[in-house]
């Protein structure tokens, strides 16, 4: 009876199946297509957009449930990754070192002594990236606790890399910003220096300024004052001065306000850490008497203690997710030093990434380039297909696969992408590597989509017009749309959201909405950041966006995402500055965001230095902005002289031209004859880069003609009849060198 039962419904089960529509059989593949069609279709909406359609872009979008290749545009074009070149290395890192990879630093003493005292102690490092000063305090805390009391001399053995502290990419940016740093195999801090200011107590006191960690290895120059309310117009610069770091501070920060930070590299990482390696043992009972010194360990020194690092996957999780320069290039010469041997260079871990490249990934030598392992400047070029095929067999590599992607940002959530896709089906989906330069953004990673399918996706965009917010804009689109596919949503609207055009709003409602973010920017309160950032995303206004920028900028102007937001956001055109001038008019108050502008500036950010003096270009003809932007070059003249040379050169002739009449304008009101700014002129004048020296002799003749022509006592107004005609006026012949003679300092 049960058999005769399922005979009857095996029979009628496979009736009704015959008789179904052959449509309804196909069901599931017709929905994937016109899925993908529509993924495609909102795609290219916003490759067509600007500034992506006048810009080169490469594409590559696969399904890792079918291996099926859903959206392709140039990807086989060889574009610069910037920070996606990080994507690379940590891929051959993990893979070589592994991910339970430890680096070591030992501490030594001679074999004859006696535990309690050493002639010397030598610590022999290997490249451990990651001791800060926290870590180097525990270290000190365990040297004590095997008896050690004394000690003569440090030596510091640095040979486990070799001498060459930067690689290729590196020399096409004179910068001492901490992204800079150079590798060495003693290591601090990341090779960067914590330089704290706070105001004095009276208004025109010196300013306070503090290093962190203290140590004999900093020289501090600091002329800092206090100044007003507005007064936080300063920079700090970090110069090599043999053996020791010289730190220089300019400028004003304001009578009352909080102490601020700024990170700057060191250029001899093995003294850094030496020299505080000495602080921090004096001040835990272990007496050095002597000096902190350059050489080798001796084969015979007795090994007293080893400093293990965490695991590499969590050494990988900095690199990635705040994508640090510093450890990219560390791990090249790592990979050099325990895959070639010793001394590890970059030229050997290139060589260490090229074979795990072609040996297991497929992708074969020189059809791509890569002269450096994190991906700064004009030093790199891959392709969007082959990130994908990097990204796929890190994915199917199981024992490296959870560690590879848990070490990428998270949309919305941390690292480089915490403040990105906001409102969109990315969030806490996507999983990716952002690179940024000078006209190039990148992004590369996984993301398993709203209807539960993954793909992996590179997108690069390099030679764009403009800013980089449009660009970012339009790369979070792309990932937006991709994140989408099977959400009610859909690829379409997640698109048309993130692409949204700006729209000017009513001038009363900008006012009002203006003067709530002002307020909330003036609390300087990091807790506002989170409100202040959904703010900005959703603000289709493009003024009122600026303000937002900058309040997040104010909120904590360490940041470096608001400062990248503030950049992105304001212009010098009448969308933005010249509306926020009628706004500033009709609440009494400074010009909004043109004060943060300036204060980038005169820290030496490069980017706001060029927008500064478009800015300048733009408060023509106003004489009220014309004398705000004037007491601004002027500030941006003192603390920032020689990157302001540099920007003056790279503007155009028009902006230049009125930026140079104003910064006379400001010099003669700051009215200091010996202005750091004639010093740095000075100095461009002889530099060996004859294009430079040549411009800065035409500047310095320019700008002391304006000079000249600000200080002279203004005409009276002569009644029509009595000027002199045209003919009539004089021009000598010697006129540069008598007005080179009114120059101060000159």
Request: proline share 5%.
């Amino acid at each position: 009876m049960q058999v005769h039962r399922a005979r009857t419904l095996l029979a009628v089960t496979v009736a009704i199946f015959v008789t179904l529509p052959r449509a309804g059989f196909g069901a599931p593949d017709d929905k994937k297509r016109a899925e993908r069609e529509a993924l495609r279709a909102s795609l290219m909406q916003v490759l067509q957009r600007e500034p992506l359609n006048a810009s080169r872009v490469a594409v590559h979008m696969m399904s890792l449930d079918d291996g099926s290749v859903v959206f392709s545009h140039n990807a086989d074009e060889l574009l610069n990754p910037a920070s996606n070149v990080k994507l690379v290395t940590s891929a051959a890192a993990l893979s070589t070192l592994g991910p339970e990879y430890r680096y070591e630093t030992e501490f030594l003493v001679e074999s004859e002594s006696d535990g309690l005292k050493a002639k010397t102690l030598y610590v022999r490092g290997k490249g451990d990236p990651s001791i800060t000063t926290e870590r180097l305090y525990g270290i000190v805390g365990e040297l004590f606790h095997t008896g050690l009391r004394e000690v003569q001399d440090i030596i510091v053995d640095d040979s486990w890399f070799d001498a060459e502290r930067t690689p290729p990419g590196f020399d096409q940016e004179d910068s001492d910003r901490a992204y800079m740093a150079p590798t060495g195999a003693l290591s601090l801090n990341w090779n960067a220096v914590g330089v704290y200011l706070r105001p004095g107590d009276t208004l025109g006191a010196k300013g306070v300024v503090e290093v962190e960690p203290q140590s004999d290895f900093f020289v501090v120059e600091n002329t800092l004052t206090t100044g007003n309310a507005r007064a936080r117009r300063f920079s700090v610069a970090s110069d090599a001065a043999g053996t020791q770091q010289k730190i220089i501070v300019r400028g004003q920060v304001p009578l009352g306000g909080a102490y601020m930070s700024v990170y700057k590299k060191i250029d001899n990482p093995p003294m850094y850490f030496g020299q505080t390696l000495k602080q921090m043992l004096n001040a835990r009972g272990v007496k050095v008497k002597g000096k902190v010194k350059a050489g080798l360990t001796p084969s015979k020194a007795k090994l007293v203690y080893v400093s293990q690092s965490e695991t590499f996957d969590l050494i990988l999780k900095r690199l990635n997710k705040l994508s640090s320069n510093f450890v990219a290039e560390t791990l090249l010469k790592t990979m050099g030093a325990e895959a070639r041997g010793a001394p590890g260079s970059f030229a050997k871990g290139i060589d260490v990434v090229e074979d795990f490249l072609a040996r297991e990934v497929g992708i074969p030598r020189g059809t791509y380039v890569m002269k450096n392992g994190s991906g700064l400047n004009d030093a790199n070029r891959f392709s969007a297909a082959q990130f994908d095929r990097i990204l796929r067999y890190m994915y199917e590599r199981f024992p490296l696969a959870p560690e590879y992607l848990s070490s990428l940002g998270i949309a919305g959530k941390d690292g480089t992408l915490k403040y990105r896709f906001d409102g969109t089906e990315a969030v806490g989906r996507l999983r990716a590597k952002t690179g940024t330069l000078e006209n190039v953004s990148a992004l590369s990673g996984y993301v398993q989509a709203a209807g539960g399918e993954k793909f992996i996706f590179s997108m690069m965009v390099n030679d764009y017009p403009g800013r980089s917010g449009p660009v970012v804009r339009g790369l979070d689109a792309l990932g937006a749309g991709l994140a989408s596919v099977g959400s009610t949503m859909g690829p379409g609207r997640a698109v048309a959201e993130l692409g949204g055009e700006q729209s000017s709003s009513p001038q009363a409602e900008v006012v009002s909405r203006v003067k709530t973010y002002l307020a909330l920017g003036s609390q300087r309160d990091s807790r506002n950041i989170g409100f202040l950032r959904t703010a900005w995303r959703s603000e289709r206004d493009p003024a009122v966006r600026a303000v937002v920028a900058e309040s997040l900028y104010q909120s904590n102007p360490q940041d470096y995402l608001g400062v990248r937001t503030l950049l992105d956001s304001y212009s010098a055109g009448t969308d933005v500055y010249g509306r926020l001038r009628a706004v500033a008019r009709e609440l009494s108050v400074d010009v909004p965001g043109l004060g943060s502008m300036v204060e980038l500036a005169a820290s030496g950010n490069a980017e706001a230095l060029s927008r500064v003096i478009e800015l300048s270009s733009a408060a023509s003809g106003d004489a009220t902005s014309e004398t705000e932007m004037a007491e601004g070059l002027g500030a941006v003249a003192r603390t920032a002289p020689e990157e302001l040379v540099l920007a003056l050169k790279g503007a155009s002739a028009k902006d230049r031209e009125v930026a140079t009449t104003l910064l006379a304008r400001g010099l003669v009101l700051a009215g200091e004859a010996e202005h750091p700014f004639w010093k740095a002129l000075k100095k461009s004048l002889g530099s060996t880069d004859t294009k430079l020296a040549e411009f800065a002799r035409s500047l310095d003749g320019a700008l002391s003609r304006k000079v000249a022509e600000e200080k002279a006592p203004k005409p009276a107004v002569v009644p029509a009849q009595v000027v002199a005609p045209a003919s009539a006026v004089q021009v000598g012949p010697t006129g540069a060198e008598r007005t080179a003679e009114t120059r101060p300092g000159g």
